[in-house]
């Protein structure tokens, strides 16, 4: 982990017009992090058309009590056209947490994440136009989330459950909840190898896609995802593909009250 | 889930929770607890702690601590959360009795009610066998974690377990005759003493007053079957963990209340699709809201309990 948190800061102190790009749009982080313009070129490719905007909403609590599994919700329903929502933090080892694209959804997901240190959290969230607006919040932690090894290694049952899927839709409040038994390893531990679900998909019952998740190596052990649809343009069924970086396939379907 | 992940989430809480930033000491911070014993019953005196939760404002003097007279001195039940604070402690006992501190007792392992051990490293120091395990294995990443809340407060404290396993049933210790209760909940193994003379219950974290419980590593059905073997007693009076001293019971009904509301605000959360963002924004009723350390403990708690909650009520999907 050491030598990516070395990596990580010595870009801080290095101004970006020495790198290889030069920032395009200049913005004023309001969380003054230090690091958010190496991340607008290197995470967003350095677009011209981007601002801080308060209608992107990410919330979390103030301080992470598991570093293992903090929660955070990001909503960018004041926004239209939404096409793709990366969620990213300024410090940590792995910057990149995921990318979300809503598609058919709102776009509002939750998640939960692995934390390694005190860090602004930031939703970059991309119109069909190209313009980007970027929410955040911070959130205070003692770190160690992303290095130490996944927790269900300590019980040995983990491989019995492994694709193991919990959920549910709420037709009513238009939530799809779902949790995926999965290590999600990050590979900066020591002898533990990357091993993590890398993408999930959501079709309707017809097998046309309604959004999809890119997961990166902070999503937490067991991901758990919330997602939101127009009550009134709920499927009555989601089903879930998805599959990790060792080929195993995750599958399940998502139902209603009435189905259960 | 297993027991051996909710001990290492719960670990991993205890070493994330965080509220005060160690750099903040404040120019005017003396690092003095300015401890009062005050009687409780007869022969029996305690200090009672803030009711919040650790900030660099009290030091971490957020916990209970019993004093019973011995044959041959004060028998100490639970020291406090720093070295400062049981050097304080055992200075000023000494206008109890002059002898001071004879034996120590702690009851569960948490740092707030062990880590002054050390100053009476010369005493018999008791504590339930697995208790004595867990503060092996955990002593370390608890102080790291409460030195970087309390910073200077916590200087020269260095964890200590206790030195001697205390049987259970009935003890005596230095003279003086309890009942003692191995129960578990709170933690993986918590310690109530009944004092036999006074009928004093001396119930460690098993029960809160006013406070709003911590469940870092609690068990709620755990801990409810616990809080009725309490109330079972009948006792006198209960000394909780944190809050005043109960008089009436209030302690243990109020505790197990709580715990009840945790657990169908979680449960039917889960039903509903929330997350744990979604939680925080719970309504809470305000005999629970106007607890000391709220939204805090109902925040941490949240992050202690709900994961494993909502794994179990939400239905397979494949
Ligand atoms: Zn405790």
Redesign the pocket.
């Known amino acids: 982990m050491l030598k990516f948190v070395l990596a990580v800061l010595s870009v801080a102190v290095v101004p970006v017009s020495l790198g290889a790009e030069e920032l395009r749009t200049q913005l004023d982080d309001p969380y003054d992090s230090g690091m958010w313009d190496y991340h607008q070129i290197e995470l967003l490719g350095n677009p011209k058309d981007i601002r801080f905007d308060d209608r992107v909403i990410v919330r979390a609590p103030a301080s992470a009590e598991d570093a293992f599994n903090v929660p955070l919700m990001v909503d960018a329903t004041g926004i239209d056209n939404v096409e793709e929502i990366i969620v990213s933090v300024d410090y940590g080892p792995i910057p990149h947490i995921l990318t979300y694209y809503p598609g058919a959804a709102e776009p509002k997901l939750e998640l939960r994440f692995k934390i390694d240190q005190a860090t602004a959290i930031r939703a970059s969230v991309r119109t069909s136009s190209g313009s980007w607006h970027v929410g955040s919040t911070r959130i205070d932690a003692a770190g160690g989330g992303c290095a130490a090894p996944a927790q269900a290694y300590a019980s040995d049952d983990w491989e019995d459950h492994l694709g193991e899927i919990n959920g549910r839709l709420w037709t009513a409040s238009g939530r799809a909840r779902l949790i995926v038994d999965h290590p999600m390893d990050t590979g900066l531990a020591d002898g533990i190898p990357v091993f993590i679900i890398k993408e999930l998909h959501f079709l309707n019952d017809d097998g046309s896609e309604l959004a999809h998740i890119d997961l990166k190596e902070p999503v937490n052990e067991d991901p758990a995802f919330t997602l939101f649809f127009d009550p009134d343009d709920m499927p009555a069924l989601l089903h879930v593909q998805g599959r990790d970086n060792n080929g195993n396939e995750i599958a399940g379907t998502l139902t209603g009250e009435a189905l259960n | 889930m297993t027991p051996t992940r909710r001990t290492a989430l719960g670990f991993m809480a205890a070493a994330a929770g965080s509220v005060a930033l160690p750099g903040r000491v404040f120019a005017s911070a003396k690092f003095k607890y300015d401890l009062q014993p005050k009687p409780a019953m007869s022969g029996v005196w305690m200090i009672e702690g803030a009711t919040d939760y650790f900030s660099m404002q009290n030091g971490g003097a957020i916990v209970n601590c019993a004093l019973l007279q011995g044959e041959t001195g004060l028998i100490l039940i639970d020291t406090g959360p720093s070295r400062r604070y049981a050097e304080e402690l055992r200075l000023s006992v000494q206008a109890l009795d002059l002898r001071g501190v004879s034996a120590v007792v702690n009851t ?1 392992n ?1 740092p ?2 062990y880590f002054g051990n050390q100053v009476f490293a010369d005493k018999p120091i008791y504590g339930l066998g697995e208790m004595i395990e867990l503060a092996i294995t955990h002593g370390d990443s608890f102080s790291n974690n409460m030195y970087r809340l309390l910073g200077d407060w916590m200087r020269g404290t260095e964890p200590m377990p206790p030195t001697a396993a205390l049987a259970t049933g009935e003890v005596t210790i230095d003279g003086r005759k309890f009942l003692a209760l191995p129960l578990a909940g ?2 993986e193994t918590d310690l109530a003493l009944l004092d036999t003379e006074t009928g004093l219950l001396i119930a ?2 098993l029960a809160f007053l006013d406070r709003a419980p ?1 469940t870092t590593n609690a068990n709620l059905e755990t801990w409810q079957a616990a809080l009725t073997e309490l109330q079972a007693l009948n006792a006198a009076a209960i000394l909780p ?1 944190h809050g005043p001293l109960d008089r009436s019971g209030a302690s243990l009904a109020q505790t197990s209340a709580y715990l009840s509301w945790l657990e169908t605000t979680f449960t039917e959360g889960a039903n509903s699709g929330l997350d744990m963002v979604d939680l925080m924004d719970s309504p809470m009723p305000a005999e629970f809201a106007a607890m000391g350390a709220q939204p805090e403990e109902f925040h941490r708690s949240i992050s202690h309990l709900f994961p494993d909650i909502e794994r179990r009520e939400l239905p397979r999907a494949n």
Do not use: F, S
Request: aromatic share 0%.
């Open positions: 569960h948490h707030d009610h709170h933690t460690g974290d911590a963990g």
